[in-house]
């Protein structure tokens, strides 16, 4: 249903979002968005150049989306198995609260064209190397194991929260605190250094 009190490109990426997250990028035609949102074809490019600019916008948003939650975590004075716990929490958190757009980003985005697709990688190996310096600061401080492979633990929590759009309902019995609280407490009780060990 799209919300008519907002500006009407705001309109247009909040249909966008959801008809690629329904049927898929290369599925929606720009005549699909037209008519969700009660529009003639021709009058979409009035405000948009093509459908690809809608893809990449909702890409780009929701990239920034992450980077807002997350990289604020960096300055905490913190443990670093608190932080980890934190940043799960905040991620799962940009998940939930934007299902459409983060479907489309972690799903659709191998259909932007080269130059685009070249600045998402780019941006999860931001993303990655952010989660590999909280568990090096673990491992560094003693909080977590001294023989964690920091590369495969970062996979590992990755994995963890970024598939949560594939099966995350917001509304159902867990909210996205719940559902950090429980991964971190899988994850960190094999991570966690032994009581008592030095680092």
Do not use: C
Not at 27 to 44: C, E, P, V
Not at 107 to 116: N, Q, R, V
Not at 158 to 169: D, G, I, K
């Amino acid at each position: 249903m799209t919300d008519t009190a907002k500006p009407r490109r705001e309109q247009i990426l909040d249909s966008a979002s959801r008809l690629f997250s329904e049927r898929g990028y290369h599925a929606t035609s720009m005549r699909d968005l037209a008519g969700d949102l009660g529009m003639q074809g021709g009058s979409l490019y009035a405000h948009i150049s093509s459908k690809e600019e809608l893809l990449i916008e909702i890409v780009n948003q929701a990239s920034r989306q992450f980077d807002a939650a997350l990289f604020t975590l960096r300055g905490e004075a913190m443990p670093a198995d608190q932080k980890l716990r934190e940043a799960m929490y905040r991620h799962i958190r940009v998940v939930a609260d934007n299902m459409d757009s983060a479907t489309v980003f972690f799903h659709e985005w191998k259909h932007l064209s080269p130059e685009a697709y070249a600045r998402v990688t780019g941006w999860r190996d931001t993303i990655d190397a952010f989660y590999r310096e909280l568990i090096t600061q673990g491992v560094q401080e003693g909080t977590l194991r001294a023989d964690l492979d920091i590369k495969m633990t970062s996979y590992l929590v990755l994995s963890a929260v970024n598939w949560a759009y594939t099966w995350y309902r917001p509304g159902g019995t867990l909210a996205p605190r719940d559902v950090a609280e429980q991964f971190a407490d899988m994850l960190l009780g094999g991570l966690r250094a032994p009581t008592g060990a030095q680092p």
